[in-house]
């Protein structure tokens, strides 16, 4: 008899247990949520449509992706001078060959800087959605150095005056915070990975943390953004399919892998394949 209120307590534990888990990880109720249509069923250029001759977050890449008639997807940090430039990298090496960092040059400075050798500079926010003009959807990914958040004010400075669709995202759980407390009204989307599977450098608490989903409480996004690599992620299946979270997979890089996709994500952000 024992035995049996042992084993009664440890399930009671064990059920209480994941109740939590589901609790930490379900996204904002879907009847809260804003209009995601724009971004269902849509493909997204990564970093714009670049290509060989055309620099990745390139104004080229952006209007090259409004021809094609692709949303979009890019990333954003400030300049020394609290100007929001479109770049990936937090370092300019890769691509412009520049030692330093995005955040030790001011706007002027990072727009004359010359993209793989191309006629590109760094575009500023301002510029690439003066060009884009709201003719296609923009998935907005937020860099954040540490816990610096200075960009996030700074981007809305802009973006309440953009007419156009988009969305917010970020693999930083207090980006995707800030947009909670600071801009409910606008879709926000967690960006995520299996960190480990492919070997990331960094933090294992918070890989484990952000893999899992495990932060979502913070922020309560309305999409997961995923790796495609790895749909069947117990947390990304529970968000997506049981807490219905619209769920968005990158980067897809080839026909077959869109395909593929398809079966779990529901917007693709894709790069080379066009």
């Known amino acids: ?55 990745e977050n390139s104004l080229r890449a952006f209007r090259g992706a409004v021809e094609r008639g692709l949303g979009i997807e890019l990333d954003i940090q400030l300049s020394k001078d609290g100007e929001v430039m479109v770049f990936h990298d937090f370092t300019l090496n890769r691509m412009t060959g520049i030692d330093g960092k995005v955040k030790d040059y001011t706007a002027a400075e990072l727009g004359s800087m010359s993209l793989h050798g191309q006629k590109d500079g760094i575009p500023t926010l301002k510029e690439v959605l003066a060009a884009v003009d709201g003719k296609v959807p ?42 909670k407390k600071n801009r409910p009204q606008n879709l926000r989307g967690q960006l995520s990975s299996d960190f480990f599977g ?37 947390s990304f299946r529970l968000c997506t399919k049981f807490f219905r979270a619209l769920p968005i997979g990158w980067t897809v890089r080839t026909k077959e892998e869109l395909e593929e996709a398809k079966k779990d994500f529901d917007g693709w952000i894709c790069e080379d394949i066009y």
């Open 1 to 55: 008899m024992i035995g049996l209120w042992i084993a009664l307590g440890v399930l009671g534990g064990l059920a209480v247990l994941f109740l939590i888990y589901l609790w930490m990880i379900a996204p904002r109720a879907k009847r809260k949520r804003p209009d995601d249509t724009p971004f269902v069923g849509k493909e997204f250029a990564h970093r714009g449509l670049h290509t060989k001759d055309v620099p």
């Open 138 to 179: 923009l998935i907005i990914e937020i860099k954040i150095p540490g816990f610096d958040l200075s960009v996030c004010p700074k981007a809305f400075e802009i973006l309440d005056h953009y007419k156009g669709p988009y969305c917010i995202e970020s693999f930083h759980p207090l980006a995707i915070r800030w947009m």
């Open 198 to 234: 492919h070997k990331e450098k960094g933090s294992k608490i918070q890989f484990f943390a952000v893999k899992n989903l495990l932060l979502n409480f913070l922020a309560r996004p309305d999409f997961i953004a995923f790796d495609i690599r790895y749909p069947k992620a117990l």
